[in-house]
């Protein structure tokens, strides 16, 4: 007896009381959704269950970036290395047609792919909530969606950015009354103090939670969206939501030197054209050569892998697409040769079209646990506010991810080149995305990460993984780099202040190169790193934004 006690004590000594066990890591763009996903671990949940509470939390906290009238792709390795990536991207409605968007003058009438139901396609993300936590989760969806009712119900204050959003958007809130009730304040943008409260969000997240899938595509949300869109110039009917469903597809694999890459295929055209860049790269050097010529060939690769995306990509299910082409080695090898060390290619010397201008406001989160699963997640309403309707009594905030198709194929732009028709608008098609969740594995580390930000997520997805390619394990590294894009069209180097330095931007010039500053910084990266062999996490949010990345 004696001698079990004095073995207690011994335990008890190495073993704290304050001693929790370890949960994992999550980065997300908002404190109170890193708050949801560890709460949900805490609960007994793996990172699937992690990321649905992080996902709806987002979807009541951001709403400038995400929600559940919105969409998303999961990329997922379980334990064990199986993958999966699950396409919860927007349908176009049955009522889509090609021309939707032109104008009496034949031109692109953007406000109608922006602003209004009209703008919205079917959302994704409920049914990926409800697939992902059957699919690979531990809890079920009244657990996980828990702490977003409990944010909706309750309520908390918008952050600067929130606030600074509502005022860029307020015309297009203000067009809808049930948008105008909720974010903004007497029809003005809220004020710092504000509280935003989401009763009817509450409710719609609370019949999700009760009754899966068809708690919002079926029943009384169904009924709510559908007569809500219709009243206010819409065109859904209740089969558009009940036969909404998330495609499992196969994650792109590619290898960068001794580099494993794991990312979004079609309809993302981010993997593609990721693995394009860096197959064009791989040939390079990169290390052995000066801060010029090494950003002067990352912007070439960068234009023919942009190039490609906008002439061949779009949603599988309805085009054909030579992915097996676009990411092989050889094909890479041959665009590789056309680069010259001491020369900018110009975009109008290749063939290949431009692509058509995209939203910003889309979120990224990474998530790691304890038993060896990892979500890379990237989730978007696409511009700030989607597109500003709420169908009333839900809360929800459509979409206006209906931009993202190319609204005028197939006649000549204003560069006098050919629109792609492989994004053209169908009924119950997917819009081309940019959205690009990515794991990456270099000997015993693991880096998961993404970010917003319209077509230069793959630009920005692209610089995160040649920092961890070069060596760099520290994942803060990859979120604070600055950054630099080109995308084939317009033929310029945008670049934030840290992007490039004086004696980059004098080469780059002398090269041909045409160089263009943005008027902020732009990103909101949010990224893990992960040891798998000895359980070591480092986790990383943007410093241009106010995320919460946490080991715990
Ligand atoms: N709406 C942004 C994207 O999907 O790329």
Redesign the pocket.
Known sequence: MRKLTLVLVCLLVALPASAKPRLGAIASAHPLATEAGFEVLAAGGNACDAAVAVSAALAVVEPVSSGIGGGAFYLIERRGGQALFVDARETAPASATRDMYLGADGEHDRRRSLDGPLAAGIPGEPAALAHVVKRCGRLDLKRTLAPAIRLASEGFEPDAFHLLMAGMRKAALAASPAAAAIFLDNGEAPKAGFRLVQKDLAAVLQRLARAGKAGFYEGETARLIVDGVNAAGGAWTADDLKHYKVVERAPLRGRYRDMDVLTAPPPSSGGVALLAALNILEGFALDLRDSVTGKHLIVEAMRRAYRDRAEYLGDPDFVAMPIAQLIDKNYAAGLRAGIRPDRATPSASLPGAPAGP??TD?THFSVVDTHGNVVSATL?V?IPFGSGFVPPGTGILLND?MD?FSAKEGSPNTYGLIGAHANAIAPGKRPL???TPTILRRGDTMAVLGTPG?SR?ISMVLLGALEFAAGNDDPAAWVSTGRYHHQFWPDVIEYEPEGLNDTDRAGLERLGHTLKPVDRRYGNMQAIAWQPANGEMKAASDPRRKGSAQVR
């Open positions: 995209e939203g889309t978007s696409n991810e993202d995305s940019s959205m319209g997520i």
